[in-house]
């Protein structure tokens, strides 16, 4: 019973590199999104999408592109990684007729 | 969508039931309300959602009021390891974005 699977668990990139977090939910979940949590705050949304080849912004999409293949997958690609971007990011799923969020154990990213 | 207020923290004693109130004034007919726990180094955790008047689960009650301008996570006899952050978030069930608010940071002394 995986959930929300995020990879990886830890990265650490220089500024101007790119790189994609992955996130996969075996629920067949339609909703999917990502949120980034920096120290001592709250979550705040990057991207959602309501299904596959739906995607729309969130609070912060600056810096961030996402696309949603399948219903399965959700991959958050950082284009130009930039100091601003460390950061701990979560991927959530949601089924149909329910508030509930499933979430992923978390990828921790620090941009030197 | 619907903004969140919650109270930025929170101290208890073991065994004390607590109270977390969320103001929601501008919460949309479809929205439901929805609490989260989280942890150090986790992801949120759900505890329990209700669109009015009073739910309970085996860990916590959720009262909203008729107007559903509020809401109050209730925690019956905490304990040390509930001590966490506490979110409420308003929306419906399908297809809208969700934003969750500051949280309220509880901490329980023994």
């Known amino acids: 019973n995986a959930g929300v699977t995020q990879t990886p668990k830890f990265q650490v990139l220089k500024t101007g590199q790119s790189m994609t977090l992955q996130c996969a939910q075996d629920m067949n979940h339609e909703y999917m999104s990502w949120y980034r949590q920096d120290p001592g705050m709250g979550l705040r949304l990057i991207h959602y999408s309501v299904g596959a080849g739906i995607t729309d912004q969130g609070e912060v999409p600056n810096g961030y592109n996402v696309s949603r293949s399948t219903t399965e997958d959700f991959p958050l690609r950082l284009l130009s990684a930039a100091p601003s971007q460390t950061s701990v990011y979560f991927c959530?799923?949601?089924?149909?007729?329910?508030?509930?969020?499933?979430f992923g154990e978390g990828s921790r990213l620090t941009v030197l | 969508l619907a903004k969140t207020t919650q109270p930025i923290s929170m101290d208890s004693y073991e065994g004390q039931e607590v109270n977390i109130t969320c103001s929601h004034n501008n919460i949309a007919t479809n929205d439901y309300i929805t609490w989260y726990q989280q942890f150090p180094s986790q992801g949120p955790r759900f505890i329990i959602q209700g669109y009015k008047t009073k739910v309970t689960n085996e860990v916590a009650s959720l009262f909203i009021p008729a107007d559903r301008k509020s809401s109050t996570l209730s925690l019956p006899r905490v304990s040390l390891s509930d001590t966490a952050v506490y979110y409420c978030?308003?929306?419906?069930?399908?297809?809208?974005?969700?934003?969750f608010g500051s949280g309220t940071r509880l901490q329980v002394q023994p």
């Open positions: 978030l308003v929306g419906d069930t399908g297809r809208r974005a969700l934003t």
């Open positions: 959530a799923s949601k089924g149909a007729n329910t508030g509930e969020l499933f």
